[in-house]
Every structure is written in structure tokens, then in C-alpha cells.
């Protein structure tokens, strides 16, 4: 295994397990066990005629009670927060293209090219990972979407991108990865609750960091030596980096009859500013089904669609990195498991 994909799946499967565990530190508190209460006084028996004193006296008086009657307390909740794994799956098509240039050359890649259409990249099939734990309105939550578009196809016309040129009708295969990481808060803020408690609308603001990663390389074999039978090799451009930003946003989830059907609306995006920051954007409409639920665990399964948004200008001149990709309509599956 490359030494350098090691240390970077490290750093990013640390990141997505552990934020979470710290964060139950931070939002836990330590369970005391309740105060002994005072034993109940035996009554002083007295020493003439002990026997009749004995026979005579109530027994429950005379049980010394146990240590666990006055230990043991069930009533009231074990553990003050709250665990949800987030599980999604998202599919749909993809369009956009990648200007990745070798340094800032105009000669180094062709404007606002490739294409993902002509890269082969039509349809992306995407896993959306999240860790939550939450305390009253409180939720932190850690998360990953894994985005990798894979293609190949036959150029249509020369190309350059990466300082390398490619022949028209050379085939060629490319891959890209934006991967992007984010930790955030929710604030769930419940209205118009009904006569049996639950409220039948909740509108949860959400603020959110974000790590956003671009790895992009295009190849190409160069065919073999008529003499020799030997391969040319092959022609390889690739480029790779990342970048933090932040998202705001927030999610209204309606429950008309307060059972276990909801309607949920979500809309992220960051602010879309100029220099080294990527814009990110999502729009989620999802129905809900609660399957189960109880004061331990509880599993809400749900079905819809999400529109994406990935853009990233660098703002060199005279030629600039430029990414950019449209999701959606992705069709979304997924489940909230609480424990």
C-alpha cells in the first residue's frame, strides 16, 4: 500500500470516529449514585424475658434492610445523551468539468475542459456516512460523503490538461475523488406540540465545518513499438488537493399527525466568496418512516432526493484550478439508527 494513501485514510477515518467520542465528553456528565439513606433504627430489646419481647414484636421490624433497596434507582434515565449512525446511500447523474492547469499556464490545460461527459462520468453512486450524539436540543455530529467518478472514453477532440496532451481520438480513463468531511451542530427547536407531546413541527438550525478534498488523474496507454514490441508507456496527468470551508443551513420536519410518518426539508450551503474557498450546496426532501422507537434504541428508515453543488475557483491568473460538479436528481435511501 502506497505509504502516502496510508497516512491520509488514517488521519480521515481518526477524524470521522474519534470527534464524536470527544464530543460525548464534553456533552456527558458523571452519574452520582444516590446518597445513602439512614438504615431504619432496630428498637432496644429489653433484657428481662427477651423471649416474650421477641415473639411478640412485628417481624418486618426485626429484617434488617438490604444495601440495594436504597442503591438502586431505575426511575430515572441511565445515560444523558444519545447516539445516531446515519447511514445513506445517494445515486443519480453528475455533470460538470475540471480545469486543472500546471501552474498557470494557458498551455497547460484547456479552458473549462474536460468535461466529465467526455471523461465517461455520467452517474455518480455515492456513501454518506454520520456519527451523531446529542443531549436535549444539542446534537455534534461527524460525517463523510465518499464521491469517486470513474470513466472511460474515446476523445473526441485533442486535449490538454495537467501539462499533458492528449490526441484526438485517444482513449483515455480518468478518475476523480471530492471527498468531503465535515463536524458540526444542531439546535432542534420543536413547535406546535399536540396533546400527546410530540411536536408536529421542528425546525433545526445546523452550522458545520467542512474538509474538502480533490484528487484527479487522466492516463492514457501510449501502444507498443512496431519493432521491438515493447509498450511507449503511458501518458499520466493528475493533481490533487484540499481545502476547509463552513456551511450553514437548517432542516424543517413536519409530522402532521404526530405518529410515525414525517416530511423533512434541508437546504446547506456555504457563503460563495472568492480566494481558496470551495462552495458546497445541498437540497434534501426526504420522507420518513419510524420503525422503531423505544427509551433505548430506535430505527427511522427514509426515502428521497437531494440536489449537490461543488464549486472551486483558485483565482490564478492567467489560468486558474476550476472544478466544478452538479448532482442530482440523486435518489436517496438511508436510516437513522439511535442508541
Not at 477532440?157 to 476523480?176: C, H, M, P, S, Y
Not at 425546525?203 to 488523474?217: G, H, K, N, S
Amino acid at each position: 500500500m502506497d505509504v502516502h494513501m496510508f497516512k491520509t485514510w488514517s488521519i480521515r477515518l481518526t477524524f470521522v470516529l474519534a470527534v464524536p467520542c470527544l464530543a460525548t465528553l464534553a456533552l456527558g456528565q458523571q452519574n452520582e449514585f444516590p446518597a445513602l439513606g439512614e438504615p431504619p433504627a432496630f428498637d432496644r430489646l429489653a433484657f428481662t424475658n427477651p423471649l416474650d419481647v421477641i415473639e411478640g414484636a412485628d417481624q418486618s421490624t426485626l429484617e434488617r434492610p438490604l444495601l440495594a433497596d436504597y442503591v438502586l434507582d431505575e426511575s430515572g434515565p441511565l445515560v444523558p445523551y444519545q447516539f445516531t449512525f446515519t447511514p445513506r446511500f445517494l445515486v443519480g447523474p453528475v455533470a460538470g468539468f475540471i480545469q486543472a492547469p500546471k501552474g498557470t499556464s494557458t498551455k497547460t490545460s484547456t479552458f473549462h475542459r474536460p468535461r466529465l461527459s467526455e471523461l465517461g462520468i455520467h452517474d455518480a453512486m455515492i456513501p454518506d456516512l454520520e456519527l451523531a450524539v446529542s443531549r436535549g436540543p444539542h446534537e455534534i455530529y461527524a460525517g463523510i460523503q465518499i464521491i469517486r467518478l470513474t470513466g472511460t472514453q474515446k476523445l473526441r477532440q485533442k486535449l490538454v490538461t495537467g501539462g499533458d496532451t492528449f490526441a484526438k481520438n485517444k482513449r483515455i480513463r480518468a478518475d476523480e475523488n471530492l471527498d468531503w468531511y465535515r463536524l458540526g451542530y444542531r439546535y432542534s427547536i420543536p413547535l406546535f406540540t399536540g396533546e400527546d407531546g410530540i411536536p408536529r413541527l421542528t425546525i433545526t438550525p445546523q452550522a458545520e465545518l467542512v474538509w474538502w478534498t480533490f484528487e484527479y488523474r487522466v492516463r492514457t496507454g501510449n501502444g507498443t513499438n512496431t519493432t521491438t514490441g515493447q509498450s511507449n508507456g503511458t501518458t499520466v496527468a493528475d493533481k490533487s488537493f484540499d481545502y476547509f470551508t463552513g456551511r450553514g443551513g437548517a432542516s424543517v420536519e413536519w409530522r402532521p399527525f404526530g405518529g410515525a410518518f414525517s416530511l423533512e426539508g434541508k437546504a446547506m450551503a456555504d457563503p460563495k466568496v472568492g480566494g481558496t474557498i470551495p462552495f458546497i450546496a445541498t437540497e434534501e426532501l426526504i420522507a420518513k418512516y419510524r420503525l422503531l422507537e423505544s427509551k433505548r434504541y430506535g430505527m427511522t428508515v427514509s426515502g428521497g432526493v437531494m440536489f449537490q453543488q461543488m464549486d472551486f475557483d483558485d483565482g490564478q491568473k492567467p489560468r486558474a484550478n476550476h472544478i466544478r460538479a452538479d448532482f442530482g436528481p440523486l435518489f436517496e435511501i438511508g436510516a437513522d439508527i439511535h442508541f
